[in-house]
């Protein structure tokens, strides 16, 4: 039994697997009177209903007395017990096993949260197997004693539990004999909270009237059911035992626990009926009179599955922390297991997974990307140096062994045009010395300039008869005027000078000299404006 996980199941006050002593909820015909033994009752019901079948509580369940020496006890199998009571100017006894247990807890356990009571008696660390927890009140006189129920732990085989609910239509029951049971649907019943709102019930008594399923894939099974004043004993067998109880009740409620048990194995398959019948009551008839058999009524089978493996070590036993249960406030029959680390370990393994995952993907998306950038470096960088074949070193560039004058930075700013070719060169001077080279082509006529501009209008006057234009021979020496004297080119061949070892002032004075050619060239008709020495 070390190997099974705790579970936890509740039981309201009006289970069936609460054996009351002298009785359960007392003859009708006194009203209930609790002097007698247990009366059955709600927490906001004040006065005493008619007694019939459909009397409806409301509030939480609970069985109350003022016998001295009256007692509940609960038989199970499991390791823990915890019962929700309230002693009102009374005392009482717990023993479990015939054992005094002397231990309480606060009633903010989960256990009994939702009950009211006031008092938590438990007993746990207990050896797996069948135990029975006894409740004996001791009270003087009138002194009211109310107990609510309580949780009980049991084990199941595996980790991570969860229930499944087989309604009571499901074709997986066999109801027997045929004809015997009675469906229920939802526009009959008298309050809506059967499960899926639906019931099979039956009033024939004997062995022979039976309610069975069959199940597998397991480790725990509650049986809920309807209670009510024609309720009688009934037995249930599952894996060759046999249990009997009694579900009598004064009021009507629904989803009870009429049977559980744990400890059961998954791979093995189980089928648990319910049989309308009392071996050692074969003539049990209803309270309300002669003639009338028990009934019993089934609604609902929970199947608690697991998944297979060893359960955590401090699973062993239970403490008051560990009876974390619905409460009695909650729907009958709801489980809950005892605190385990198994799931914050699995989440815990994933979570690290996921984040190394994340962590491995920034660092390769870094590495990644500071290698991008490196080979986007390299590749903006290390350029061929001649990538194309036509291109080649540059070879300089060489004009002719010219004479020139420095000229002005503003004639030198001007925007430059390229020349596709030159051909040739003509230089004429300015009145202030400057040489002025004009650039003639084989298709451009040289035009004599023979006439001053204007001192006013800035035009010049061109006569009316220009002669024919004459090709210019590039070997041809120009005419320069005779106020200054003229340099004319020496040659081709003889007279070349490289730009690559000419000075700034130099090269500036070759551009101005080109822009001027190319002005020349473009405005045949004007010449610059000639200025006056400066004495």
Same mark, same amino acid.
């Given at each position: 039994?070390?190997?099974? /996980? ?23 015909? #006194? ?35 003022? #016998? ?72 003087? !006189? ?32 066999? @109801? ?28 024939? @008594? ?118 974390? !249960? $619905? ?97 040739? @060169? ?37 006569? /009316?008869?220009?002669?024919?234009? /004459? ?25 070349? $000078?490289?730009?690559? !070892? ?18 020349? /060239? ?14």
């Amino acid at each position: 039994m070390a190997s099974l /996980a705790p579970y936890n199941i509740s039981l309201t006050s009006s289970s069936p697997a609460f054996i009351y002593e002298p009785f359960r909820d007392g003859w009708y015909a #006194l009203e209930g009177d609790p002097a007698g033994g247990w009366r059955g009752s709600f927490s906001n019901i004040t006065t005493w209903p008619s007694p019939g079948l459909n009397s409806i509580g409301s509030g939480v369940p609970l069985r109350e007395t003022y #016998l001295d020496g009256a007692n509940v006890t609960l038989q199970f199998e499991g390791t823990a017990v915890y019962l929700c009571l309230t002693p009102t100017r009374s005392s009482f006894t717990f023993t479990v096993d015939d054992t005094p247990v002397s231990t309480t807890g606060p009633v903010s356990d989960l256990a009994c949260i939702n009950s009211g009571a006031q008092v938590m008696a438990y007993a746990d660390d207990l050896a797996y197997g069948e135990h029975s927890a006894t409740v004996r009140v001791n009270s003087q !006189g009138n002194a009211d004693f109310l107990f609510y129920g309580g949780l009980v732990t049991v084990g199941v085989n595996g980790t991570n539990p969860v229930v499944q609910g087989i309604d009571d239509t499901d074709p997986g029951w066999t @109801y027997q004999t045929q004809g015997a049971w009675t469906f229920s649907p939802s526009s009959t019943n008298v309050t809506d909270s059967n499960y899926n709102t639906t019931l099979h019930w039956t009033c024939s @008594y004997g062995p022979s009237y039976t309610a069975s399923y069959t199940f597998n894939g397991s480790s725990a099974v509650q049986l809920l059911g309807l209670l009510t004043l024609n309720i009688g004993p009934y037995t249930i067998q599952m894996d060759g035992k046999s249990y009997v109880y009694n579900g009598s009740d004064l009021w009507r409620e629904e989803q009870q626990v009429i049977f559980f048990k744990g400890a059961l194995d998954p791979t093995k398959e189980y089928t648990l009926t319910l049989s309308n019948y009392d071996a050692a009551a074969p003539n049990a008839q209803q309270p309300i009179g002669p003639d009338y058999y028990p009934c019993a009524g089934v609604q609902k089978l929970i199947l608690t599955k697991t998944i297979p493996g060893a359960p955590p070590a401090s699973g062993s036993g239970n403490t008051t922390t560990a009876g974390a !249960g $619905t409460g009695n406030g909650a729907s009958p029959g709801a489980g809950s297991t005892v605190s385990s680390p198994a799931g914050a370990i699995a989440g815990g393994v994933v979570g690290g997974i996921a984040a190394l995952c994340i962590v491995a993907f920034f660092l390769w998306f870094f590495v990644w990307r500071r290698r991008r950038g490196q080979l986007k470096t390299a590749a903006t960088t290390e350029i061929d140096p001649l990538p194309h074949p036509s291109m080649t070193e540059v070879t300089p560039y060489l004009l002719s062994d010219l004479t020139y004058s420095p000229v002005s930075t503003g004639d030198a700013m001007r925007p430059v045009r390229e020349e596709s070719k030159l051909e040739g @060169y003509m230089e004429t001077r300015r009145p202030s010395g400057q040489t002025i080279p004009t650039i003639h082509t084989p298709g451009m006529a040289a035009v004599p300039r023979s006439t001053r501009r204007g001192a006013k209008t800035g035009h010049y006057d061109t006569p /009316a008869e220009a002669p024919s234009p /004459a090709v210019a021979s590039p070997a041809q020496a120009d005419t320069i005027s005779p106020t200054s004297p003229a340099t004319a080119s020496q040659g081709t061949s003889s007279g070349r $000078t490289d730009i690559n !070892g000419a000075s700034t002032q130099e090269l500036v004075t070759i551009l101005n000299r080109r822009l001027r050619q190319e002005y020349a /060239a473009e405005n045949v008709e004007m010449d610059p404006p000639d200025y006056e020495p400066v004495d």
